[in-house]
């Protein structure tokens, strides 16, 4: 079975960063792309953003300029930097492979003063 294990959430102050991380079996990793969604209470799961097994990203709108996706193939990780967070970035976030059904167990981040 394929197992996505996520780290790195928490709880951080409006205007802070975090960087998630995501791991996943090194076979079915390298030749994926890979996905971040979050989903807040009461709302739809939302795509942040995703990288291409080659390393190109792209981002919904509202997630440009703040949060960047990378992936280190030789650790079969993928990372979501997350920086100038605010209220609306509270969520559980979510990493996904891309065109499966394998997803990551889902790490909540909270943005509070």
């Known amino acids: 079975q394929v197992q996505l294990v996520e780290s790195g959430g928490g709880l951080v102050q409006p205007g802070g960063s975090l960087r998630l991380a995501c791991a996943a079996p090194?076979?079915?990793?390298?030749?994926?792309?890979m996905g971040w969604y979050r989903q807040a209470p009461g709302k739809q799961r939302e795509l942040v953003g995703r990288?291409?097994?080659?390393?190109?990203?792209n981002y919904a709108d509202s997630m440009k300029g703040r949060f960047t996706i990378s992936r280190d193939n030789a650790k079969s990780t993928v990372y979501l930097q997350m920086n100038n967070l605010n209220s609306e970035d509270t969520a559980v976030y979510y990493c996904?492979?891309?065109?499966?059904?394998?997803w990551g167990q889902g790490t909540q981040v909270t943005v509070s003063a």
């Open positions: 090194g076979w079915i990793f390298s030749i994926s792309a």
């Open positions: 996904h492979i891309e065109d499966s059904s394998f």
């Open positions: 990288i291409a097994s080659g390393g190109r990203t």
